[in-house]
């Protein structure tokens, strides 16, 4: 390993404090940090590279934020095939392996002390007249809901040529198993274990009695078309509404499995129901 590209959150991260230590420790063991040159801070022996080039160039990406800050890069180290490492500096920090009391485990983590933890992501198309207009890469999930607010909206629900059902309700949410700890969870949907392979459908708020999550294959392809004459919907991925998202009477999104994975750093001998136990449930 010779070279570290760290990715901080401003809001999550006051004044770069925990940055500054995570410089510090990566110049004492002997590596070059580096980080994007749209982020104002200098400190000695720090190199500034454009974004895509600092990802590319890295052995290894450190996150210091929350979740939200692992998903935003994740999709670009996946097509790299870079490993991410989470340093929580937010709530919940389910992705995230170092608390901010445990920076001390960073050095024996660069010198190669660590396993991965492979994450199944998710291609997500929307399609209009049978073309794609866009494409993005979940780790989490792709979320179809009301562009307009809260309105109950009606969705097409297909698993490869099978009609499934029309929803209605305030949308639909489709995640990988590590989605499944967010949203759609919040929406009444089960917690899956990460390494499973599957694809994990969850209505929001749907306006009926026996609406319950679908626990899909890996290899299904998911398709939810709005059938609304006169309600646009939005595409929302990983947490983030791109402007070419909006979703016309007609249009379908697209979701199946990826062929890009998100590699997450482990260096502690806890597992996935550890995280559950000490962060998800209430003491």
Known sequence: MHKVFLF???????????????????????????????????????????FDEGVRSADMIICIGGDGTILRI????????????GINAGKLGFLAELERDE??????????SFSIDHRSMLDVRLQRNGETIFKGTAL???????????????????VGSHFIATISGDGIIASTPTGSSAYSLSAGGPLVEPKADLILV???CAHSLHAKSF??????????????????AKLTVDGVIYNDTAMLPGDTVVVSKSRLCCKLVRSKNHGFYDIVRNKLIPK
């Open 140 to 158: 989490n999930d792709a979320v179809v809901t009301n562009l307009d607010g809260p309105r109950v909206m009606s969705l097409d629900f297909w």
């Open 215 to 232: 626990v899909l294959s890996g290899d299904s392809v998911v398709k939810f078309q709005n059938t609304n004459a006169e309600v646009n």
């Open 202 to 204: 969850t209505p929001i």
């Open 8 to 50: 901080p959150n401003p809001k999550r991260d006051k004044d770069f404090v925990l940055t500054v230590e995570m410089i510090r420790l990566i110049a004492e063991s002997g590596l070059e940090p580096v980080i994007s040159d749209t982020v104002g801070l200098n400190c000695d022996g720090l190199a500034h590279m454009p």
């Open 74 to 85: 994740a999709e670009t180290a996946a097509k790299e095939d870079k490993p991410i490492l």
């Open 103 to 112: 920076l001390f485990r960073l050095k024996s983590i660069l010198k190669g």
